[in-house]
């Protein structure tokens, strides 16, 4: 019989929210376009860093984001979205005393377009209603700005049906890291074996949830399969509708 789960913590990206690459805006990269945030923040870019091409800030970003995720992936900490900008702008050569600044106007434009770039599918709408009418809800999410994380929830009607928010950045943990996950059952008030973790990414999200005590349904949409080696979760699913049998069982 499945486990008798009191709350259920979602993943954000690729979970419950989509991204329209097609609502981004176009940068042309070499030879080619490509959909990016950094294609609308041509002014800003002009005014931060006068003389710097569109390009150039790009492939900058681009380097310091790689260091980063290199960075993040041994120690499992999570700077935020205006620290990626500063380094950036760093690396270009900025000194000036408002450097600090600077990255903060960049990073803010950013995330107003990835916010208004997300999606929420009716199915995921649907899946979380029912995860609501019998459980406790709520969201653990890797993001580098915890205000643009409320302003997605906030934008699809989300926020209000959750019990708890984790955003990685406002711990300077991100998962796999066990706090983060326990920080979200820790916000159910329950306890870990009453808990279920879904998410879409095996390394963080399983991972995070094995290292935590607590039960993960992967979403696994293009049936890739548990890693070689891997501990497995509890479920393996295609898609979030998948879910509504398992918390049926599981509330009765």
Known sequence: MPAAYRGVLFDLFGTLIGVDAERLPVLQLGDGHVRTTVGGLGDLVAECVPGVTLEEFARALLAVSHEMAEA???AH???????????ALERLGSTTATLGEAAVALSRAHMRMIVASTVFPPAHAALLAAARAGHRVGVVTNFDDTG??????ARHGILEALDTVVVSEALGLRKPHPAVIRTGVRGLGLSADEVLFVGDTFA??????HAAGVAAAWLDPEARGIPAGATPPRHVVRSLADLHPILAAAAR
């Open 72 to 74: 993040r992936a041994t």
């Open 77 to 87: 900490v999570e700077l935020p979205s205006r620290e990626r900008f500063r380094r």
């Open 148 to 153: 643009a994380a409320y302003d997605i929830l």
């Open 204 to 209: 963080e999200d399983v991972a995070g949830a």
